[in-house]
């Protein structure tokens, strides 16, 4: 590996690689995970692990982190474990509410509104068979269209008249400050109406909003960090769909996670499929379009989703979890990189402020700060190898406030030359880009206008 910032890195799938290569030359057997959601749709793999009683210990770290891996990319309330008994009873404790992993089963449970469980099935054959939906959301582009993006620091919205942008504006809000709604209802009713001015009528209102969302129901949004629960189901859960109905009850309303709009709308500019989009800012973003060209209903909480096996590697304040890509893929990842290139940096300024600082001695040349991103250039070659086991993959989409500047050129080619060195036959398969920030602002707002279908009378 190539020397970088952090020494202690160990990536989720050069871990995998050496378990798989030590459990072939010892007793061993086969291991189902499932993650089930909805419907019952359902993604299982069938793993090569120790026999229980062998290695317990790292039989219960790979899996857990595999589980972890899954439940994030795909959701779900249920974990099923095959073949078994000893990681299925590590993981039935892990997921309980004093277990390690309360908060993912929490977070899972209010999203899908069902108890979450870990079930055991004797029988790897008898695990649960793989069964996926996907739907055909967006790239309608008729008719008098508004486009709303909803992010944590500023929020955007257009005027889409048969696929052409006629309208776009950007203001700066701070939801993740208020504790009360309103200011989010009245911030999204404002940009909303200010589009609807600029077109004979509003036939179709599509939304890119950062959180997870079923039915057009917000679930979980850091928008709303500071609404407490019972205000946020009372008044905030249904918000986009109580904004729509100031434009008539008619007007159909289509809200997806800004991730798979990102996706979407690099699908539709590419003419791709494939294709996994990925925003670094605040947090980490994930959003993924199928061989279809379709959104598949997964979460892709990709923030969530380990990417170094160290156990020392930098916790998670939210989740409580190590080696997660939230620290990895985010301004956070520039910052905590920061001290071991040797850049100090004012306690007193905002994770965005420290930000602007690196990417400031970034743009003057500093090799301190080009290392920063060398560094974050190779997780990312070894995390987009790690996603692809997961994900079918073609295309790459790169983008957020971390990778503008000469920053995130130098972050993707490091990310390109890792995975080339690692991976080449991913590297050959696998293609990463960054689109350029005026593209990709009007394509995510024509990609988010073009996600309902107008009701015709």
Not at 107 to 123: C, D, R, S
Not at 253 to 258: F, H, K, L, Q
Not at 397 to 426: C, H, N, W, Y
Request: overall charge negative; some cysteine; charged content about 25%.
């Amino acid at each position: 590996m190539k020397a970088i910032l952090d020494p202690q890195f160990r990536p989720m799938l050069l871990e995998m690689r050496a378990f798989e290569r030590e459990v072939a030359l010892a007793q061993n057997q086969k291991v189902g995970i499932s993650v089930v959601r909805e419907d019952g749709y359902t993604e299982t793999r069938i793993l090569t692990m120790y026999a229980d009683g062998v290695n317990d210990a790292v039989n219960a770290m790979i899996a857990e982190r595999f589980a972890k891996t899954m439940l994030w990319c795909y959701g779900g309330y249920r974990i099923v474990i095959s073949g078994s008994r000893a990681i299925y009873a590590f993981l039935k404790q892990a997921y309980t509410p004093e277990g390690m992993r309360a908060f993912d089963a929490n977070f899972m449970a209010l999203h899908f509104e069902q108890p979450f469980t870990v079930e055991f099935v004797e029988k790897v054959e008898d695990a649960p068979e793989t069964k996926r939906n996907s739907n055909a959301v967006g790239r309608h582009l008729d008719g008098c269209r508004i486009g709303f993006d909803a992010g944590g620091s500023d929020r955007k919205v257009s005027a889409v008249i048969d696929g052409e942008c006629v309208y776009s504006e950007e203001v700066v809000w701070h939801p993740k400050l208020s504790a009360d709604p309103d200011y989010q209802y009245q911030g999204i009713l404002d940009s909303m109406k200010t589009a609807a001015s600029k077109m004979p009528r509003v036939d179709a209102i599509g939304v890119s909003s950062a959180g997870t969302f079923r039915n057009n129901l917000i679930r979980h949004s850091s928008l709303f960090i500071k609404v407490p629960r019972d205000v946020f189901e009372a008044r905030a859960k249904t918000m986009y769909l109580d904004v729509a109905k100031e434009f008539g009850d008619d007007v159909p309303i289509e809200v997806a996670n800004d991730g798979d709009v990102t996706a979407l709308a690099g699908a539709m500019d590419m003419g791709a499929n494939c294709v996994l989009g990925i925003a670094m800012g605040t947090s980490e973003a994930g959003g993924y379009v199928d061989a279809q060209g379709n959104i598949t209903g997964w979460l892709n909480e990709l923030a969530f989703v380990p990417v170094d096996a160290c156990p020392k590697a930098m916790v998670d304040e939210w989740s409580g979890d190590y080696g997660c890509g939230v620290k990895y893929f985010s301004q956070d990842a520039v910052i905590k990189l920061a001290p071991n290139a040797g850049i100090e940096l004012d306690e007193a300024l905002s994770p965005a402020e420290k930000l602007k600082v690196v990417q400031g001695l970034m743009a003057e040349g500093d090799e301190r700060a080009k290392r920063i991103y060398e560094t974050i250039g190779v997780y990312f070659g070894y995390a987009v190898a790690w996603y692809a086991e997961f994900y079918d993959i073609e295309h790459v989409l790169v983008m957020g406030r971390v990778t503008s500047g000469e920053g995130g050129v130098i972050m993707l080619k490091a990310a390109q030359d890792t995975l080339a060195e690692a991976f080449p036959d991913l590297a050959e398969r696998i293609d990463l880009s960054i689109p350029d920030e005026s593209s990709r602002r009007v394509g995510q707002s024509i990609a988010a206008a073009s996600l309902p279908v107008i009701k015709r009378s």
